[in-house]
Nanobody, 119 residues
Framework: VQLQESGPGLVKPSQTLSLTCTVSGGSLTAYPYYWSWIRQPPGKGLEWMGDTVYSGSAYYNPSLKSRVSISRDTSNNQITLHLRSVTPEDTAVYYC????????????WGQGTQVTVSS
């Protein structure tokens, strides 16, 4: 299984950031996998943003819940992150990753994509 993130490298403040993760060699609907978005701002640790689950459910970080949503396209095996009203504090490397239900370790990661929020 391989994950590949794609999207704009530069976004203006107040805009919506949309990033896509394409999954190859696996299925978004396969039990027992969770597909997650995680980011790492410069000089800071990893921050979990949200999951889309094999069942179609989605879960979000409460600190971002009002701004974040994750959609999935099972036909194209893609998950898309939408982050609304971005600020420079949303500048980060954004990763998609996979884990199993009830296991907190991510076993597969994308390479990550740098997003800068700046006017």
């Amino acid at each position: 299984v391989q994950l590949q993130e794609s999207g704009p490298g530069l976004v203006k403040p107040s805009q919506t950031l949309s990033l896509t993760c394409t999954v190859s060699g696996g299925s978004l609907t396969a039990y027992p996998y969770y597909w997650s978005w995680i980011r790492q701002p410069p000089g800071k640790g990893l921050e979990w943003m949200g999951d889309t689950v094999y069942s179609g459910s989605a879960y979000y970080n409460p600190s971002l819940k009002s701004r974040v949503s994750i959609s999935r396209d099972t036909s194209n095996n893609q998950i898309t992150l939408h982050l609304r009203s971005v600020t420079p504090e949303d500048t980060a490397v954004y990763y998609c990753a996979r884990r199993e239900t009830n296991i907190s370790i991510y076993d597969i990661w994308g390479q990550g994509t740098q997003v800068t929020v700046s006017s």
